[in-house]
Antibody, heavy 121, light 112 residues
Framework: QVQLQQSGPRLVKPSQTLSLTCAISGDSVSSSSATWNWIRQSPSRGLEWLGRTYFRSKWYTDYVVSVQSRITITPDTSKNQFSLQLKSVTPEDTAVYYC???????????WGQGSLVTVSS | DVVMTQSPLSLPVTLGQPASISCRSSQSLVYDDGSTHLSWFQQRPGQSPRRLIYQVSRRDSGVPDRFSGSGSGTDFTLRISRVEADDVGVYYCMQGTYWPPTFGGGTRVEIK
């Protein structure tokens, strides 16, 4: 059974960097059949995909256009986890952030517990 | 990005009665290999979303057979044959054919 455990600060000041980590058990971040993703959910934006990292002979990352200048998703094979960094945050980045596993079946099949991150001074 | 439009926004249902949610995409979701990456998710209050259906009609393990998915191209439907109290929550469709994957706005199912 795959489990995703999220951790990180829940309150971030405007202009600072939001950082979250997702620890994986039951699968490998280096899996050749999975992608490791961050999704956020807010009342104003709904469910919004942010980006992903995956290994297919080498590491790849993809980001959505709306955040691509501010986002970094990084795998950590030594700890079997991946992380999200979102720079220069504003109150509009306040949301519940989820890490998820996606596979070629289509659609995330495992979700983290969610982290409500509030951007406020 | 592909726009996913769900209807209705809210769906009051009597226990034991059927329910149906519609999802339309702004372009065909048929992938190059002929597969269609359309999934359905249930989100109960205070919980993370849970996948129910993938590739239009394939039910995830542990999902009651009261739930079924159908459709093709740009029009898709999630059906609950007999609504139970446990089915209360918000349902989302999602396309994974194109990057980035995108979700519908959600349909709230409630008991009358």
């Amino acid at each position: 059974q795959v489990q995703l455990q999220q951790s990180g600060p829940r309150l971030v000041k405007p202009s600072q960097t939001l950082s979250l980590t997702c620890a994986i058990s039951g699968d490998s971040v280096s899996s050749s059949s999975a992608t490791w993703n961050w999704i956020r959910q807010s009342p104003s934006r709904g469910l919004e995909w942010l980006g992903r990292t995956y290994f297919r002979s080498k590491w790849y990352t993809d980001y959505v256009v709306s955040v691509q200048s501010r986002i970094t998703i990084t795998p950590d094979t030594s700890k079997n986890q991946f992380s999200l960094q979102l720079k220069s945050v504003t109150p509009e980045d306040t949301a519940v952030y989820y890490c998820v596993r996606d596979t070629e079946e289509g659609g995330p099949d495992y979700w983290g517990q969610g982290s409500l991150v509030t951007v406020s001074s | 990005d592909v726009v996913m439009t769900q209807s209705p926004l809210s769906l009051p249902v009597t226990l034991g009665q059927p329910a149906s949610i519609s999802c339309r995409s702004s372009q065909s979701l048929v992938y190059d290999d002929g597969s269609t990456h359309l999934s359905w998710f249930q989100q109960r209050p205070g919980q993370s979303p849970r996948r129910l259906i993938y590739q239009v009609s394939r039910r995830d393990s542990g999902v009651p057979d009261r739930f079924s998915g159908s459709g093709s191209g740009t029009d898709f439907t999630l059906r609950i044959s007999r609504v139970e109290a446990d089915d209360v929550g918000v349902y989302y469709c999602m396309q994974g054919t194109y990057w980035p994957p995108t979700f519908g706005g959600g349909t709230r199912v409630e008991i009358k």
